[in-house]
């Protein structure tokens, strides 16, 4: 069972272009996360999706946008990458987004490096 | 304010010690209080949790305890073990209607030391 898998792993890119982190769950769950880890920071959420077919902003969204492909699937864009977005990314899901009886569950992260 | 402030940044505790985290909030429409326990090149993973109803929450070596009066929350490992050294997480959630959202503290990196 893998549980929520994140491709890639590890990611170099120059200021200015773009990448697709692509997420995936295989426990059916309804709710999928990005977050984004920084030191000293925690992780901060970037969007989030209820359901298939909804996305919300979380509090970071400046500079990204996702996709809810179908139930499994969850993607994060950048369309011109900055070296702010330098970070760990996190995808997670949640069966049914109520965390008290349903917590997240996490994947490896991708590390993103903007030079 | 969806905040949550987390002390210490990192902690140092001899094996068979107790470590404590601690962990503040301001907004009391929080509902849910998670702990995380991250090792390295891993995702976090969920610890342990309490609602507010409660002030204790026991799991084996992990406790939370949860002052509702004065907006704090606390993670105690007792007979810490260097199997334990991780980053630790806090968290809170709230509903948002359409589901419940996570705020995060900035964590704490436990180390355990033989």
């Known amino acids: 069972n893998a549980g929520v898998t994140q491709t890639p792993k590890f990611q170099v890119l120059k200021t200015g272009q773009s990448m697709t982190l692509q997420c995936a769950q295989d426990m059916n769950h309804n709710s999928m996360y990005w977050y984004r880890q920084d030191p000293g920071m925690g992780l901060r959420l970037i969007y989030y999706s209820a359901s298939e077919g909804t996305t919300d902003k979380g509090e970071v969204p400046n500079g990204y946008n996702v996709s809810r492909l179908n139930k499994r699937e969850f993607s994060l864009r950048l369309e011109s990458a900055a070296p702010s977005q330098t970070s760990v990314y996190f995808c997670?899901?949640?069966?049914?987004?109520?965390?008290?009886?349903?917590?997240?569950?996490f994947g490896n992260g991708t590390r993103l490096t903007v030079t | 304010q969806q905040q949550v402030k987390q002390s210490p940044q990192s902690l140092i505790v001899q094996k068979g010690g107790i470590s404590i985290i601690n962990c503040a909030y301001e907004?009391?429409?929080?509902?849910?209080f998670p702990w995380y326990q991250q090792f390295p090149g891993k995702g976090p993973a969920l610890l342990i949790a309490?609602?507010?109803?409660?002030s204790e929450k026991k799991e084996g070596r992990f406790t939370i305890s949860f002052n509702k009066s004065a907006k704090q929350f606390s993670l105690h490992i007792m007979d810490s073990q260097p199997g334990d050294s991780a980053t630790y997480f806090c968290?809170?959630?709230?509903?948002?209607?359409?589901?419940?959202?996570?705020?995060f503290g900035t964590g704490t990196q436990l180390k355990v030391e033989l």
């Open positions: 997670a899901s949640s069966d049914t987004g109520r965390l008290y009886n349903s917590p997240l569950h």
């Open positions: 907004n009391t429409a929080f509902d849910y």
């Open positions: 309490i609602r507010p109803d409660v």
């Open positions: 968290a809170a959630s709230w509903d948002t209607g359409g589901g419940n959202k996570l705020t």
